[in-house]
C-alpha cells in the first residue's frame, strides 16, 4: 500500500462509472439541449422521489439554492436569520446576500449542530427564519427546530449541503423543513463533475418562486419578467452526471459508514474525540472529523507520512472579516469556538480501504504519544 492517503478521492468514482458517465455526458451533447429542458427536469424528478419531497428545483450551486430560497420565502433587509457560526461562510453569505442578519446561536457539542435550546433565546420580533445545517453529514435536530420554527410562525430552512442521504428516524433530510438546500460540489456524497445546487420543498409556490428566481424572474411565459431574479440554473451536463451518480449514492454512503465505523473501533479508545451519530438518525459522514487539543501534532504527522488532513472550520463564521458589523452574537458561542480549535478532518470517501484507515489511525495514536 502507498503511504498518501487523499483525504476525497473524487477522480475514483468517474474511474468506476467512466462508461456510464460518459454515455450521459455523450447524450446531452448530442441533444444540443444544454440549459435546462428534459435532462434537468429528469434528476429533479427522480430526486424528489428519492427524498419523498414534491418538488426539487435544479439551481447552480448550494450557496444560490441558499440565497433564493430565502428571497422566495421573503426574507429581506431589517429581518434576522437565526443560524449556527461553525459552517462553511456560505450559509451566512446567503443570508446576507438576501439583506438580512443572521444571528449566531452555539452548537450542540456532540454533533457540532445547532443547539435548539439556544436558538430559542435568539428569537426576537425581527426574526424571520431558523437556518440549521446538517454539519459534515448528520442531520440537525429537524423535530425540535421545526417544533420552535411552528410556535413562532418562523421559515425552517435546512442547510443540508453535506448531507445528502442522511436521515432523522424514517425522514430523508429536507422532508422535514419548508424547504432544504443541497450542494453539488465535487466532493460532495452526490457531487457533479463543477458547481451545482438543488432545492427541495413540499411548498408548491415557494417551489415556483424559486424556478422564477433562477431564471432571471421569468416565470411560464418567455420574455416576461415578473421578478429581478437570477443566471441561477443547473446544467443539462452536470444534471445528466448526477442522474447516474444518482443510482450509487446510497451504496456510496453506506461504504462511508462502514469506513466511519472502523474509525470509530480503532481510535475511540484514544484520548480524542470522535464523531458520534445520535440514536435514530442516520449520518452520512461527508466529513470525518475528530477533535483533539493535540490537532496540530496530529496533522504535521499525518501530512509528513503523506495523509491528507484539513480543518473545518478555523475561523468561525461570527470572527470572519467580511461578516464584521453585519451578524449578531447571542451567546458566548462556546463550543463553535472549541471546536475551530481542535477539529481535524481525517480521509473519507467511498474507496477508502480497509488497510488505509489502520494506517491513518496509527498514525493518529503515534501522534498522540509525542510530547508538545
Known sequence: MANKVSLCDVGAQFRDLEPEITGAVHRVLSSGRYILGDEVEAFENEVAQSLGVCHAVGVASGTDALLLSLL????????????????????????????????????????????????????GPRTRAILPVDLFGHPADMLALRELADRHGLWLLEDACQAFGARTGQDNVGALADAACFSFFPS???????????VVTHDHALADRIRMLRNHGSGKERYVHEALGFTSRLDALQA???????????????RRRAAATLYD??????PLLVPKEHPGYRHVYHVYCIRSERRNIIRA????AGVETSVYYPLPLHRQPALQGRCRVVDTLREAEASAHSALALPMHPYLEA????????????????PG
Do not use: C
Not at 452526471?241 to 456510496?252: A, F, G, P, S, T
Not at 484507515?357 to 501522534?367: C, E, P, Y
Open 188 to 198: 460532495k456524497n452526490l457531487g457533479a463533475a463543477g458547481d451545482g445546487g438543488l
Open 265 to 270: 473501533e480503532l481510535l475511540s479508545n484514544q
Open 72 to 123: 422566495a420565502m421573503g426574507v429581506g433587509p431589517g429581518d434576522e436569520v437565526v443560524t449556527t457560526p461553525y459552517t462553511f461562510v456560505a450559509t451566512a453569505a446567503a443570508i446576507v446576500r438576501a439583506g438580512a442578519t443572521p444571528v449566531f446561536v452555539d452548537v450542540e457539542p456532540a454533533t457540532l449542530n445547532m443547539d435548539p435550546d439556544r436558538a430559542v433565546a435568539a428569537i
Open 240 to 254: 445528466a452526471i448526477l442522474r447516474v451518480k444518482l443510482r450509487h449514492v446510497e451504496d456510496w454512503n453506506e
Open 355 to 370: 488497510q488505509e484507515i489502520r494506517h491513518v489511525a496509527s498514525l493518529v495514536q503515534k501522534a498522540l504519544t509525542q
Open 301 to 304: 504527522v499525518l501530512e509528513t
